[in-house]
């Protein structure tokens, strides 16, 4: 059995950032009450005029990490593209990324949704792939418009989050260090209606009930509740099951939905401040993008480095969850 390593990380986000006070334009709301409640103070919104979708966003980020894997395009030979939003429903946007990317080996291309978690499930399913031999170089990405399903005049939900793009390559290692040691994950379907949104799809394919233009239904206070709750146990679980000391663990990467959620999180584990990963100031919850471009920010700022142990966790629409560690 082989084991794998992470050997490139990129991210995008685009240009055009929407603070807590633009948002005054569509509804009545204030930085203070945003800021108090999620720890958020502004967003970055894609641009279509900008040739900003998921695919061409998750391609800026994967160039950045083929880059830094030091490997051609026809080197990845399978894609994991993480989305809640396709940039069509087909193809894929795995394929279209394979496309962006020049890449001409034909690799398979698969598209994942696990809302927020989405990411590490993808991440969970390449280790397993490489793990038995079948693939050396796996692309990894999490790229995501929530602004396209957005509901701007919703100050309820609209506020908390953004878009972006994170992309990994996770490669064969021949370094016994670098490893995934475990991954956890779960879905609790009796709570799917906590965080869901029914239309533009099979059940309701358009837009129809203009008086009421609900996209994202969210009970909130569940939801935050349950992230709390859920990604402690989790951590607390796979900390126990791979006889890991919480002192061992150098970098903490939580899903960056809230503030709130993830000092809670991090209390429980008395991770220092040093140790904990926080950028949802910058770019709110950006969904299955926020841990891979949190891990590229880590490391370009040097919290990171190999050998060190990395704990990440993810929570959201399902209500799904998720959580990983590794040594990097
Ligand atoms: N600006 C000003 N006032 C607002 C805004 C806003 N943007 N949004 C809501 N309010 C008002 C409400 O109308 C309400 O007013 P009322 O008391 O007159 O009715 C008041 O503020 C309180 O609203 P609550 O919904 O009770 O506020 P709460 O303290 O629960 O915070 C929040 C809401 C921030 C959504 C919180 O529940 C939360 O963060 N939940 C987690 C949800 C989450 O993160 N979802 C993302 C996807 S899942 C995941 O990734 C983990």
């Known amino acids: 059995m082989y084991t794998s390593k992470i050997t490139g990380t990129g991210h995008f986000v685009p240009e055009k950032i929407y603070t807590n ?38 391609a800026h980020a994967s160039k950045m990490a083929l880059k830094k894997a030091n490997l051609e395009a026809n080197d990845i030979d399978f894609i994991l593209f993480s989305s809640t ?57 999490g790229s995501e418009t929530t602004s396209s399903y957005n509901n701007w005049l919703d100050r309820s939900k609209c506020v908390l989050f953004g878009d972006g793009a994170g992309a990994v ?10 490893k995934i040691h475990k991954s956890i994950l779960s879905s609790d379907s009796t709570k799917k209606d906590d965080l869901i949104k029914k239309t533009g799809m099979a059940r309701k394919p358009f837009f129809v009930d203009k008086e009421n ?4 239904e969210m009970n909130g206070q569940a939801v935050f509740k349950a992230a709390v709750k859920t990604m402690a146990h989790q951590c607390a679980s796979i900390l ?21 959620i993830i000092e809670a999180v991090a209390r429980r584990f008395e991770f220092p401040n040093e ?3 926080i950028n949802v100031q910058k ?10 471009i949190a891990l590229n920010e880590a490391l370009e700022a040097g919290r990171l480095k190999r050998a060190d142990k990395l704990l990440l966790t993810t929570f959201g629409s399902g209500l799904t969850s998720a959580t990983l560690l590794l040594t990097y």
Not at 115 to 138: H, R, V
């Open 21 to 58: 006070n633009d948002l005054k334009q569509f509804f009545d709301t204030s930085d203070e009450w945003i800021v108090e409640r999620t720890g958020i103070k502004e967003r970055r919104i894609s641009d279509a005029e900008k040739n900003e979708f998921p695919s061409t966003m998750a």
């Open 85 to 141: 939003m396709s940039d069509y429903n087909f193809p894929n946007s795995a394929t279209l990324l394979q496309d962006l990317l020049g890449i001409t080996n034909h690799c398979g291309c698969l598209d994942v949704n696990s809302a927020c978690t989405g990411w590490i499930y993808a991440m969970t399913m390449a280790n397993s792939l490489i793990e038995n031999g079948t693939y050396k170089n796996i692309l990894v990405v």
């Open 169 to 178: 390559i996770l490669s064969r290692s021949d370094n016994e260090t670098s």
């Open 213 to 216: 233009p609900e996209m994202v």
């Open 240 to 260: 126990e099951e791979t006889n890991t000391a919480k002192e061992e663990v150098d970098l903490f990467i939580p899903h960056q939905a809230n503030l709130r």
């Open 275 to 277: 140790k904990v990963m």
């Open 283 to 292: 770019y709110a919850n950006t969904s299955s993008a926020t841990i891979p």
